[in-house]
């Protein structure tokens, strides 16, 4: 793949302004057709890029209503996020390159570390260290108390992007721009096993529940499952009609959300046949990050209008519509309790919504009454 090729973050700040000045060898035209309607088109190396949304500003008022509702502003727009296992830290990556592990109780940073073009990020099963790539062939691992810098890796044969911790606490998973998938051993300082998983960049991946099984979504649409240990391929089904940019798993390892980045729609598969169980359709915009709750109970989906709808996952209801952020939202987290989602985007700011059944049950209450 191309150095130059643009990440569709770039494309999401520059229709929302927020972004610096793009260069002129990278054009983009947003057309506006009706009044919050845009269609943007962007030339990405031979892969043009649609976004079409409409957007909603109807549930942003019921912020302040939202009790428990707390934020956090950074300096950048947020690339990813991660919950450390015990709920009370918080790893973001901003578009900067700042590596910042959030203390949620003191309400301030325990470390931060600049890298340039950090990108992914991950705790390890039992909470003591914090991963990060930076598109390159190197991954940094800290001490996520002290922000010691324990180790650089450089693991050569793809740029990489997307990292896992496997549950084991010794493997590292990484994901790459060339769709490579990588299994590091933390321990023998090696690489495990490696495939090229996709034939263009692994737009996302994660691991079932048990580590057994990775799944991996690229530009195709197609997704692929994997023995975690070996690479084996286990099968392969088209999930969506375009770039794979969000994978997460169930609870029970039974059901498999899928969303496109051209997409408003979500898609619920059997990940062991490959049979679609659901489709969700609620969203006006593309739709480019969902995420399970840990007991598999909801699932949480956020779109480019910057709204975040929760489903119960029984009968694949919309429980609830989140109040919206002012931009795209890419990253997308429960805690380990699932009583708290994190959201981030291009407003630059981290929203950490109480999701307790008494928080969401307000909510819909206001929405029932108005």
């Avoid at 979500?266 to 739709?287: E, F, M, Y």
């Avoid at 929203?351 to 209450?365: E, K, N, V, Y």
Wanted: with cysteine; charged share 20%; proline share 3%.
């Amino acid at each position: 793949m191309s150095r130059n090729r643009k990440d569709l973050r770039d494309f999401a700040a520059e229709c929302d302004g927020s972004s610096g000045k793009r260069k002129p060898s990278e054009p983009v035209r947003v057309v506006v057709l009706t009044k919050g309607v845009a269609i943007g088109f962007l030339a990405i190396t031979g892969l043009i890029v649609l976004a079409v949304g409409e957007r909603d500003e109807g549930t942003k008022s019921d912020r302040k209503h939202w009790k428990g509702c707390r934020k956090i502003s950074v300096d950048d727009y947020v690339e990813s996020l991660a919950f450390a296992p015990d709920g009370r830290s918080l790893a973001v990556v901003t578009r900067d390159g700042t590596v910042t592990n959030w203390d949620l109780v003191g309400g301030r940073p325990r470390f931060s570390a600049t890298w340039h073009l950090a990108f992914g990020v991950a705790f390890s099963a039992d909470g003591s260290r914090l991963a990060a790539t930076n598109s390159t062939s190197a991954v940094k691992v800290w001490d996520a108390g002290t922000g010691e810098l324990n180790e650089q890796l450089e693991i050569s044969g793809d740029r990489l992007r997307l990292l896992k911790f496997a549950p084991d606490g010794r493997t590292l998973a990484l994901g790459g721009l060339g769709g490579t998938l990588v299994l590091w051993d933390l321990i023998e300082g090696k690489i495990k096993a490696k495939v090229r998983a996709h034939e263009q960049l692994i737009g996302a991946f994660g691991y079932a529940p048990g580590g057994r099984i990775i799944a991996t979504g690229g530009v195709d649409g197609v997704v692929t499952l994997w023995d975690a240990t070996t690479l084996q391929r286990q099968r392969s089904f088209r999930a969506q009609r375009s770039q794979i940019t969000s994978i997460s798993f169930g609870s029970d390892g039974q059901t498999l959300a899928t969303s496109g980045c051209l997409e408003a729609s979500v898609r619920i598969w059997d990940p062991k046949t490959g049979r679609l169980l659901a489709t969700l359709q609620r969203h006006a915009s593309s739709v480019p990050v969902v995420a399970f709750s840990p007991d598999g109970t909801m699932l949480a989906t956020a779109d480019s209008n910057g709204l975040v709808k929760l489903w119960e996952t029984q009968s694949w209801r919309e429980v609830v519509t989140l109040p919206g952020s002012k931009g795209w939202l890419w990253a997308l987290a429960f805690s380990p309790d699932g009583r708290t989602l994190a959201t981030g985007g291009t407003d630059r700011t981290l929203w950490l919504w109480d999701c307790s059944p008494q928080a969401i049950t307000r909510l819909q209450g206001r929405h029932t009454s108005s």
